[in-house]
Nanobody, 116 residues
Framework: VQLQAFGGGLVQPGSSLRLSCTSS????????MGWFRQAPGREREGVSC???????HYEYFVKGRFTISRDTAKNTVYLQMDRLEPEDTAVYYC???????????WGQGTQVTVSS
């Protein structure tokens, strides 16, 4: 099983980024997939989740700004991030699983920095 996250960068407040997480070694459809983030000095936290039934969930601090989606033909999960805020600055991780205690595989992180 491998997960690779990419798409981070340095952007100004109000900008957008799309993170991608490519997967291999398992059937994407069969698993809940999540995005998490970890800011400096803080614990890793959940951001968004897409269930194997394509139900989506967002933490309150990104609801209405972020959109999670999955393209099974490309074995990829996306996180579209709009109206980014400085507080969104963190390393973002994709994972197989939606809750910290239930993740069995992590992708490497991708840095998102929101700064003017």
């Amino acid at each position: 099983v491998q997960l690779q996250a990419f798409g981070g960068g340095l952007v100004q407040p109000g900008s957008s980024l799309r993170l991608s997480c490519t997967s291999s070694g398992f059937t994407l459809d069969n698993y809940h997939m999540g995005w998490f983030r970890q800011a400096p000095g803080r614990e890793r936290e959940g951001v968004s989740c897409i269930s194997k039934d394509d139900e989506t969930h967002y933490e309150y601090f990104v609801k209405g700004r972020f959109t999670i989606s999955r393209d099974t033909a490309k074995n990829t999960v996306y996180l579209q991030m709009d109206r980014l805020e400085p507080e969104d600055t963190a390393v973002y991780y994709c994972a197989r699983g939606c809750r910290l205690g239930y993740v069995d595989y992590w992708g490497q992180g991708t840095q998102v920095t929101v700064s003017s």
